[in-house]
């Protein structure tokens, strides 16, 4: 039970990250990427050990204004169900439900210890969030269950041959009429030229608008598009607001 309503997830027997995903075998873990049950992935701040000082440099950087404009973008209502996708240490996911008690609030992640920070950060706060441990192209929830989906600074992480499934599991979890709401970093020409020398060493892809929107209308989002963007001072690349249907 999840704030008093029974939550439908399609377990799967045993650990839900299985070979079974064809995407997730043969890959080694590498610069940046963090193996969990056949499965890699990047951590929130590049490297496991750099975890504990993500909170305070995103604070530095600025992300609470952020924080504060994605909610405000997500114009919720009380009884909306929000799914967070990569909600990291889960400020997003708190301070939804901080400043909408009556939301019902999801966060989702592979890292067992970024789930464990946040579900401390939601006790700390005197709210109630569900934080699950999973991967956006298996999402472990019901076809249309959610009213808003939001997936903040994740969406380059993911391996590119798992981000048109993400966007299709996104489609699927959605309730009709339900928004997407996206904030990853886009391409620049000037990032661009920047990407060429990081390249080597990183092991994630950062897409151009309008590869990332074609992407969205492929997997059955309508009307996908670029609504905003926050500067970036910490990548070369600024950060695109998206928004698209179901
Ligand atoms: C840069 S952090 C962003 C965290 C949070 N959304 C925020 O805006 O502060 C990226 C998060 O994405 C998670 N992540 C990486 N690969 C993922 C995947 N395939 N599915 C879901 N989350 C993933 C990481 O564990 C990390 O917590």
Not at 47 to 72: E, N, R
Not at 187 to 205: A, D, I, M, N, Q
Request: aromatic share 12%; proline share 9%; glycine share 10%.
């Amino acid at each position: 039970m999840v704030l008093g309503r029974s939550f439908s997830r399609r377990t799967r027997k045993g650990n839900s990250y299985s070979p079974h995903n064809p995407g997730s075998v043969n890959r080694p873990p590498g610069l940046g990427r963090t193996a969990t049950s056949h499965r890699t992935y990047f951590p929130a701040a590049g490297f496991d050990w750099a975890l504990p000082i993500y909170d305070p440099l995103a604070k530095l950087l600025g992300a609470g204004k952020y924080s504060s404009a994605v909610v405000d973008w997500l114009e919720l209502a009380p009884g909306h169900w929000v799914l967070d996708i990569g909600c990291g240490t889960g400020t997003l996911a708190v301070l939804i439900r901080q400043l909408h008690p009556g939301v019902a609030v999801v966060g989702l992640d592979p890292d067992p210890r970024a789930l464990a920070l946040a579900t401390h950060k939601a006790e700390r706060a005197g709210v109630e969030v569900h934080f699950d441990r999973g991967f956006s192209d298996q999402l472990p929830y019901s076809d249309a269950s959610f009213d808003r989906v939001c997936c903040t600074g994740v969406f380059s992480l993911i391996p590119p041959e798992e981000k048109e499934t993400t966007l299709r599991e996104v489609h699927r979890v959605l309730r009709p009429g339900g928004s997407f709401h996206l904030v990853d970093l886009f391409k620049t020409p000037r990032g661009s030229f920047l990407w060429h020398l990081v390249k080597p060493g990183l092991r994630f892809e950062v897409w151009n608008v309008d590869k990332t929107i074609a992407l969205m209308h492929q997997a059955g989002l309508i009307n996908p598009r670029k609504t905003g963007q926050f500067p970036n001072w910490f990548w070369p690349w600024p950060l695109a607001c998206y928004q698209a249907f179901r």
